[in-house]
């Protein structure tokens, strides 16, 4: 029967791929990458690297382009099932024609599968419209998560205590922070609006030579983070960037 594996590679670190993820990509025949329509050249030659360096032979990359998808819907909801059918079923042709029976194939999940990234859920769905069947392993990777702690040299949790995990939309709806938030996909700069008191430790392009950290109160660094992410971007022409933000201790 045919097998999909779900492979997370890391942030950016090839050493930060694990030695089961390396075991997995031993396996591995075919690639399948999804064209994003976005997705910018270094973050493809970053795969590409990683399958050149751990693949046991030469890979095949399978381009499976992702259908159209509008970003600006009346019903938020609605559109992300439609986009996600859509593209299960992209996926599922894919899986049918070009994995053999016996063949392997591999999802390259930037970071760690299981976080905000939707090739799990996907694969659900194809396996749900049953087009094909096929068994499926997940791989853990490192997080972007991971990776900002371990660099700034703190706990993710303060003892006992929970951490909450959003998006920069979500923060902008709601700037309050009454608990420790971690605050992915963050295009639109969400922490200008947190309460200058609050701790911030903020990373950019985390495990790659261009990495970048600033931590302080929101008051004293905004500035700081708003001008070097700026001129980063402008220089790399794209920005990945993840922070943790925790309220001030109470006396
Ligand atoms: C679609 S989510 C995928 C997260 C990924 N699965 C993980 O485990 O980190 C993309 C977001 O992750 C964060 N991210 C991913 N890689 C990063 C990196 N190298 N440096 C900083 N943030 C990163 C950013 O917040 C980015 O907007």
């Given at each position: 029967v045919r097998t999909v594996l779900v492979i997370g590679i890391g942030t950016g670190d090839p050493e930060h791929v694990t030695v089961q993820a390396i075991g997995a990509l031993r396996r591995v025949g075919v690639v399948f990458v999804v064209d994003k329509g976005e997705a910018t050249d270094d973050l493809v030659r970053l795969r590409r690297e990683i399958c050149d360096r751990y693949a046991a032979r030469p890979v095949r990359l399978v381009?499976?382009?992702?259908?159209?998808?509008?970003?600006?819907?009346?019903?938020?909801?609605?559109?992300?099932?439609?986009?996600?059918?859509?593209?299960?079923?992209?996926?599922?042709?894919?899986?049918?024609?070009?994995?053999?029976?016996?063949?392997?194939?591999?999802?390259?999940?930037?970071?760690?599968?299981?976080?905000?990234?939707?090739?799990?859920?996907?694969?659900?769905?194809?396996?749900?419209?049953?087009?094909?069947?096929?068994?499926?392993?997940?791989?853990?990777?490192?997080?972007?998560?991971?990776?900002?702690?371990?660099?700034?040299?703190?706990?993710?949790?303060?003892?006992?205590?929970?951490?909450?995990?959003?998006?920069?939309?979500?923060?902008?709806?709601?700037?309050?922070?009454?608990?420790?938030?971690?605050?992915?996909?963050?295009?639109?700069?969400?922490?200008?609006?947190?309460?200058?008191?609050?701790?911030?430790?903020?990373?950019?392009?985390l495990g790659s030579p261009d990495e970048i950290l600033i931590a302080g109160r929101i008051g004293d660094v905004t500035d700081e983070i708003v001008r070097r992410r700026a001129e980063a971007r402008a220089r790399k022409g794209w920005i990945l960037d993840v922070y943790l933000l925790r309220p001030p201790e109470q006396t």
């Open positions: 381009a499976i382009e992702d259908p159209p998808r509008d970003r600006a819907p009346a019903d938020y909801g609605a559109a992300v099932a439609d986009w996600h059918a859509a593209r299960a079923a992209a996926w599922g042709r894919a899986i049918a024609e070009e994995l053999g029976e016996d063949e392997v194939g591999a999802f390259l999940v930037w970071g760690d599968p299981s976080l905000y990234d939707s090739t799990i859920r996907v694969l659900d769905a194809v396996r749900t419209q049953g087009v094909v069947p096929f068994e499926h392993e997940v791989i853990p990777g490192v997080s972007s998560v991971q990776v900002l702690c371990a660099r700034h040299r703190i706990p993710l949790n303060r003892v006992g205590e929970p951490v909450r995990i959003t998006t920069g939309r979500l923060l902008a709806a709601d700037p309050r922070i009454v608990e420790d938030v971690v605050v992915v996909l963050d295009g639109q700069q969400a922490f200008r609006a947190v309460d200058g008191d609050v701790r911030i430790w903020w990373g950019a392009y």
